[in-house]
C-alpha cells in the first residue's frame, strides 16, 4: 500500500463532492431520463469507490495504531524557484 492517510482522506473528499454533484444531476427537474439513468449509473460506481477507499483507509489506521505499520514523513524538496539550483549561463 503506497497511499498516506493524508491521500486518501484526500481522495475520499474528492469522491464525497463528485457524488454530491453527481445526486443533484440526477435530481434535476429538467434532465431528461436517459441523462439521470447514466448519472445513477455513475453514482453507484462512485459509491463503491468511496467504500473501497474507506476500507482502505480503515485497514491503515488499523495497522498504525496495533504498531504493525509506521507512518512514513515524506519531505519535499523543490527545486524550482530556488536560486541556488538554477544554472549560471556564461553572457
Do not use: W
Amino acid at each position: 500500500m503506497a497511499e498516506t492517510i493524508g491521500s486518501l482522506i484526500d481522495k475520499i473528499t474528492i469522491v464525497d463532492l463528485k457524488i454530491y454533484h453527481m445526486q443533484e444531476q440526477i435530481d434535476r427537474r429538467d434532465a431528461s431520463p436517459q441523462h439521470q439513468e447514466a448519472c445513477q449509473n455513475k453514482l453507484k460506481i462512485l459509491k463503491i469507490q468511496k467504500d473501497d477507499l474507506s476500507e482502505e483507509l480503515s485497514g491503515l489506521a488499523k495497522e498504525v495504531l496495533q504498531g504493525n505499520r509506521e507512518l512514513k514523513v515524506y519531505r519535499q524538496f523543490k527545486m524550482y524557484n530556488d536560486p541556488i539550483y538554477q544554472i549560471k549561463r556564461d553572457i
